[in-house]
């Protein structure tokens, strides 16, 4: 088609479909909750992404109901909950709380607090079990989170192995929350695959990161929406100076990775209603990395690291058709990624999923739709 440019799916690998509050509450009744959820899932196929890696509290049961075609959707690689230790940034507790909240079988996998490597190991194998594709840690200090400084190591060395060896027993592997070098090279050192946000990192551990083939998946939208409303939706202002503080950071960071090597790929982190904005961190990256890294970063790369590579990632002959159809040059605008009317055209499998030339009926805003016209 004239004007119009073939890619590969997008792929995010780190989303949050389960926080579909920005301040990490789930306070609405589970229908809506559910149906909430449902929305964000189907909207981010029509966004053009066909791969998705769930970064933590979406209970894996929702992988397996797009899986079985009863929800329009991505394939969603799940993590189940979040591993955290006690007062770690998956420790959502105010300081004078006790008791944990877990998470709701079947909708939201929630977090599990667990110290010592026994504990970890017992909760990655728990994590395994209910369907995670991987598993997630929490390594560092965080932002949203009340009780814990950016800079704090989490988790001690033998703690994340435990979690690595788990996950490598069922060939596969962890990422971790991890912003601070001390915390990085911890991660590092007990064998983990992928690193998110990783903002303050230096040139030593960079070089490291590189010699250990990890990745670094950065998420720069999440600060850039946060940093100018997450006060408006509900987050703590002590939340959102440390959004601030660490996206400050965020650029440079892909600048020393890019420096030594580092294979880099691509997430989001939103929460709540900014979720719609997930195509906007390719047009953040690509003001560091040029347009055609933002878009091999979350194509060719996340695929590498979601161990799919073989599959999806890139147009070859023999590999999953996962594709879209875009308005235009996105090496000449590469904002048009960021505007789901340009995706005119979606495939999944070789399955045409949304095709907006043709009216195929989509889903925008929680809402049925046909192409063209509001329903």
Same mark, same amino acid.
């Given at each position: ?8 799916g997008?792929t995010?690998?780190?989303v ?6 920005? !301040?990490?509450?789930? /306070? ?18 029509d ?10 509290? %979406? &209970?894996? +049961? ?10 329009? #959707? ?11 230790? /006690?007062g =770690?940034?998956?420790?959502w507790?105010?300081?004078h ?7 709701? =079988?079947?909708?939201?996998? =929630? ?7 026994d ?6 194998? &728990? ?10 840690? @929490? ?8 009780? &814990? ?12 192995r ?33 690193i ?8 030593k551990t960079?070089? !490291? ?10 998420? %720069? ?5 946060l ?6 939706? =509900? @987050? ?13 950071s ?7 990775? @890019? ?9 989001? !982190?939103?929460? #709540? ?5 997930? +195509?906007?961190?390719?047009?953040l990256?690509?003001r ?10 979350? /194509? ?6 979601? #161990?799919?590579?073989?599959?999806? #990632?890139?147009?070859e ?8 159809l875009?308005?235009?040059d996105?090496? +000449? ?30 889903t925008?805003?929680g ?9």
């Open positions: 088609a004239t004007g119009r440019f073939l890619l590969p997008l995010d690998a780190h949050h479909f389960s926080v579909t509050e920005a !301040d990490g509450r789930t /306070t609405r009744p589970l229908a809506a909750f559910a149906l909430r959820v449902a929305a964000f899932i189907e909207e981010t196929l966004q053009g992404f066909t791969t998705v890696r769930d970064a933590g509290g %979406l &209970d894996p +049961a929702w992988a397996q109901v797009v899986a079985n075609g009863l929800l329009r #959707g991505p394939c969603i690689l799940p993590s189940g909950a979040f591993l955290s230790q /006690t =770690g940034h998956g420790d507790r105010a300081p709380q006790d008791t944990i909240e877990h998470g709701i =079988g079947g909708l939201v996998a =929630g977090f599990v607090i667990c110290d010592g490597a504990e970890v190991r017992k909760a990655a194998r &728990d994590q395994l079990r209910r369907g995670a594709t991987q598993i997630k840690v @929490m390594a560092s200090g965080g932002a949203a989170s009340p009780t &814990d400084p950016i800079d704090a190591t989490q988790f001690t060395v033998a703690e994340l435990a979690a690595v060896d788990e996950a490598r027993v069922r060939d596969t592997y962890v990422l971790a929350h991890a912003y601070h070098p001390k915390s990085i090279a911890n991660c590092l050192e007990a064998g983990v695959r992928s998110e946000h990783g903002n303050l990192l230096d040139e960079a070089r !490291d990161m590189a010699g250990e083939g990890a990745f670094l998946v950065p998420t %720069l939208v999440t600060y850039e929406v940093s100018e409303c997450g006060e408006q939706l =509900g @987050m703590a202002k002590s939340s959102v100076e440390k959004i601030r503080y660490v996206g400050a965020g650029e440079d960071s892909i600048c020393i990775a @890019m420096e030594a090597g580092v294979r880099i790929g691509s997430g989001s !982190d939103l929460l #709540g209603e900014p979720m719609r904005e997930k +195509a906007r961190e390719l047009v990256q690509a560091v990395m040029g347009p055609l890294a933002a878009i091999v970063a979350a /194509t060719k790369t996340n695929a590498e690291l979601f #161990g799919l590579s073989d599959r999806i #990632g890139t147009l002959e023999g590999k999953q058709a996962d594709l879209i875009v308005d235009g996105p090496l +000449a605008d590469i904002g048009i990624l960021a505007d789901a009317s340009r995706i005119r055209v979606v495939l999944k499998a070789g399955a045409v999923v949304k095709d907006l030339d043709n009216g195929t009926t989509i925008s805003g809402q049925a739709v046909s192409a063209g016209r509001s329903a």
